[in-house]
């Protein structure tokens, strides 16, 4: 089973949002990741980044993923993720998922694309289908206020690395642990449609949970991430099993948890409206 966290945003990692330049409105709200080696003792001995030369391969899948100039927009030096040497960092970004590999001591290992790999294919790899390699980018504005880079764009860099990569948890909110009994909240107070997969254009409903029924524990057995929402695949009282939505992000400003399943860490702005009710 995947292990799934998402990176804090400073605020909750620091008790305080990260200093801004004068010159500057808001700054990328990066979360550096640092190469990580175990000793004979099974200790983990953490220091140094990683610094990627990107091929013509990577780069053509950022190209990919990205909106239009949004690739541009990230192979800049110094816009957030380049260095002025044209070598990329390992980084990840505020409120953005991360896939656990392993947690020794206080430090986890964070699963990364490997650098001398060849990319996947970005139809079937990118935001939308719930890789936590790739990242989502975030801002953060003096007082804490978290938006998309540039004036609003959707842009999209990869945890990419050549090294194992390693961070410490205190900067990490882990997912809660599954499988989990919970009950549907008044947030689906129609109801919340059970689906064949986590997907409300391709999953077929098979079933509806509430409105009568929201005091029956559904069980969750899987994380299922998809962009900026959660799906889980449960079990529901009567033992049918299927996808639901347990937090659904479609838009800004309407983030909501359809269960009580909770995290304190919010996701990055989402990039596409949909209606979770309609097929």
């Known amino acids: 089973m995947n292990l799934y966290a998402r990176f804090k ?24 990741l640092q190469i990580g080696k175990l000793s004979t003792a099974g200790d983990i001995q953490v220091g140094g980044k990683d610094e990627i030369w990107l091929s013509s ?46 947690v ?33 980018w975030t801002v953060v504005q003096r007082g804490g206020a978290i938006l998309n880079p540039g004036k609003g764009a ?15 948890v205190s900067r990490v909110e882990f997912f809660p642990n599954l499988p989990m009994q919970v009950t549907v909240s008044s947030a689906a107070w129609k109801g919340l449609y059970v689906r064949s997969q986590p997907d409300v254009r391709k999953g077929k409903v098979v079933g509806v949970v509430g409105p009568w029924s929201f005091s029956n524990p559904i069980t969750l057995l899987e ?23 347990i937090l659904w992000y479609p838009a800004a400003s309407q983030m909501k948890y359809y269960t ?20």
């Open 9 to 32: 945003h400073d605020i909750d990692a620091f008790g305080d949002s990260r200093v801004i330049p004068d010159k500057q409105k808001a700054t990328p709200e990066t979360v550096p």
């Open 154 to 168: 959707d842009i999209y860099s990869l945890l990419l690395s050549n090294e194992d990569m390693w961070i410490h």
């Open 260 to 279: 009580s399943w909770r995290m304190d860490t919010t996701p990055p702005i989402p990039p596409i409206p949909i209606n979770p009710r309609k097929s």
């Open 104 to 136: 020794v001591g206080a430090y986890a290992e964070v699963r990364c694309f490997d650098a001398n790999a060849l990319p996947p294919d970005p139809e079937v790899t990118n935001y939308m289908s719930g890789d936590p390699r790739i990242q989502k």
């Open 57 to 102: 391969a990577w780069k053509d899948y950022l190209f990919a993923i990205n909106p239009k100039n949004g690739a541009d927009y990230v192979l800049t030096p110094k816009a957030g993720w380049l260095n002025t040497n044209d070598k990329a960092d390992t980084l990840g970004f505020g409120g953005n998922l991360l896939e656990i590999q392993r």
């Open 223 to 245: 994380y299922a991430p998809r962009g900026s929402s959660v799906w889980a695949k449960a079990r529901m009282h009567n033992g049918k099993e299927g996808y639901i939505a």
